[in-house]
């Protein structure tokens, strides 16, 4: 048996931190259940990022939806936000959904923290492609969220077949060492990739497993000519080097004899930094553990409201809120969630602000529309041209 929590784990509770538990017989035996507001929001960044792209907001909701009279409000998936912004509401009776919190968090933080690093790796390689290839780098009973979530976040693909089925693409890959290795010849191995793979698949060699990159790339591109899409170069660390120059030459002898349309793919322990460091010779990264092992946002879950009383926690604003947000210069505002957008002009701008809260599920129906993988990373990416690394 596999060390893994099933579906049926997971709506029953079992999945949560003990002290919900005990906080759970505690209040059925004092006779206390009262309708409560619980915000969730991020105190702080990893690594000075300054924004995230929201995620998991889909499981949340399934996960919630079969509870009577509860109601969410949220972001959209997808969404940029920033750190002490709401991003849900949930609203209900405490014992309907508290025994839920690690679970939500769970859902929220580590899908959050992938699609965030995706899109920091996407903002950095502009219009160059961007492929995720760190399943193997996660527990695999995880890989569709990850996959997922660094496609929503921004990624142009992914590399296993649950997860491209899960957001109606088609995977990507290229060649593995072990090919090569066992055909013995990196042109041999390309050769019988083309014969025997599909014609729409792209023909993209592994050129790093037995010689210099420069010559292993001509040979190839001589061996295969037209049929050849691209060389990969997963050069390991110990003889990399000054990998931009080894790419330089790679163009360099391909250019001269006549393949430059050949495209020049990279990977191997890449992120964001090396992709703006690289992004004007490679046209295309394979990004593993950058993405798939990003590192979680850390959101929590608070109650800001009982039975109509705003209050909350020290350190924590009462009252249930929501963001507005600028629709000409994308700066937001923090506000009770009763209160209009209309009510307010942009400080910045003077213009117009926008609700981006939506209504995901009321009294218990689901009014999120679950938007296509495809349709959550256009909105997502659409939103590139506000931020800055």
């Known amino acids: 048996m596999f060390h893994i929590a099933n579906a049926d784990d997971i709506k029953k509770g079992r999945l949560t931190d003990i002290y919900f538990k005990r906080t759970e017989e505690i209040l059925k035996a004092t006779g206390k259940n009262p309708v409560v507001k619980a915000e969730i929001f991020l105190k702080g960044f990893p690594d000075g990022y300054r924004w995230g792209i929201l ?8 996960l919630l939806s079969d509870i009577d009279k509860i109601s969410i ?18 609203e209900g009776k405490y014992l309907d959904f508290g025994i839920y919190e690690t679970t939500i968090l769970g859902f929220l933080c580590q899908a959050s923290g992938i699609a965030t690093k995706a899109a920091r790796c996407k903002l950095a390689a ?6 995720s290839f760190g399943a193997r780098r996660m527990h695999p009973a995880i890989t569709p969220m990850v996959e997922r979530s660094a496609f929503i976040g921004g990624a142009d693909g992914v590399s296993t077949t649950l997860g491209a089925e899960l957001i109606r693409q088609e995977p990507v890959g290229t060649i593995p060492h072990s090919l090569i290795l066992i055909m013995g010849d990196t042109v041999e191995a390309t050769k019988a990739f083309n014969q025997v793979i599909e014609p729409k698949i792209k023909r993209i060699s592994l050129i790093d497993t037995f010689g210099d990159e420069k010559f ?34 790679v163009r360099w002898e391909l250019d001269i004899r006549g393949f430059e349309n050949v495209k020049l ?10 992709i703006l460091e690289l992004r004007n010779i490679a046209d295309a990264f394979g990004i593993g553990t950058a993405i ?5 946002l850390d959101f929590s879950l608070d109650i800001v409201e009982i039975e109509g009383k705003k209050i909350s926690k020290r350190g924590k ?17 923090i506000v009770l969630e009763d209160r209009k957008a209309s009510d307010y002009r942009c400080v910045k701008c003077n213009s117009n602000y926008k609700d981006i809260f939506i209504d995901a599920v009321k009294e218990g129906e689901i ?7 495809s349709d959550i990373r256009k909105n997502a990416i659409g939103q590139f041209e506000f931020l800055e690394l």
């Open 55 to 62: 995620a998991g907001i889909e499981e949340t909701i399934k």
């Open 73 to 90: 409000r949220c972001m959209p998936e997808g969404m940029v936000f920033k750190d002490f912004q709401p991003v849900m509401v949930i």
């Open 126 to 131: 502009g219009d160059k492609l961007i492929y």
């Open 216 to 249: 292993e790339a001509i040979r190839v591109a001589e061996g295969l000519g037209g049929a050849l899409y691209g060389v990969r170069l997963d050069t390991p660390a110990s003889r990399r080097g000054n990998f931009k120059k080894i790419l330089e030459e």
């Open 265 to 274: 793919v990279v990977s191997g322990g890449l992120d964001e930094d090396n």
């Open 292 to 296: 798939s092992g990003a590192k979680v």
């Open 317 to 333: 604003m009462s009252g249930a809120k929501k963001v507005i947000r600028c629709q000409n210069c994308f700066s937001d505002k």
């Open 367 to 373: 009014l999120y529309d679950f938007p296509q993988a």
